[in-house]
C-alpha cells in the first residue's frame, strides 16, 4: 500500500512563501522510477495542474499562473517531492494535492497515486 502525505500547508500573507512536502510511503514505492506532480484545487473549482517533475528531476513543468514562483524538486533518497511557493497571492488559495504515477503530465487521470491534500490560505 502506497501512502502519500502532504505537510507545510498553512495561512500566509500576500508575497509570502510556503513551501509544501510530500512523502512517499509504502514497499512498492519506487522513488527513482515514479514522476511526481502538485495539483490544487479551489472552492467551486476544478482540480488544476501546478507542477510536475520526471523521476530523475531532468524535466520540470510548472503551470502558467506560478511559472516564476512556484519550483518543484525531489529528493530521491527521502521520497519526498517539494513545491516552493514565492510570492504568493490570493488567487494561490486552494487545496494541494501532492500525486505520483509511472510517468508526468497535466492531467489528474496520469497519476495512480494521491495524497489527502493540504490547505494554503493566502490572506490580503
Known amino acids: 500500500q502506497v501512502q502519500l502525505v502532504e505537510s507545510g500547508g498553512g495561512l500566509v500573507q500576500a508575497g509570502g512563501s510556503l513551501r509544501l512536502s510530500c512523502a512517499a510511503s509504502?514497499?512498492?514505492?519506487?522513488?527513482?522510477?515514479?514522476?511526481w506532480g502538485w495539483f490544487r484545487q479551489a472552492p467551486g473549482k476544478e482540480r488544476e495542474f501546478v507542477a510536475t517533475?520526471?523521476?530523475?528531476?531532468?524535466?520540470?513543468y510548472v503551470a502558467g499562473s506560478v511559472k516564476g514562483r512556484f519550483t518543484i524538486s525531489r529528493d530521491n533518497a527521502k521520497n519526498t517531492v517539494y513545491l516552493q511557493m514565492n510570492s504568493l497571492n490570493p488567487e494561490d488559495t486552494a487545496v494541494y494535492y501532492c500525486?505520483?504515477?509511472?510517468?508526468?503530465?497535466?492531467?489528474?487521470?496520469?497519476?495512480?497515486?494521491w495524497g489527502q491534500g493540504t490547505q494554503v490560505t493566502v490572506s490580503s
Open positions: 500525486a505520483a504515477g509511472d510517468t508526468i503530465g497535466r492531467t489528474p487521470d496520469t497519476y495512480k497515486y
Open positions: 509504502g514497499r512498492t514505492f519506487n522513488s527513482y522510477t515514479m514522476g
Open positions: 517533475i520526471s523521476w530523475s528531476g531532468s524535466s520540470t
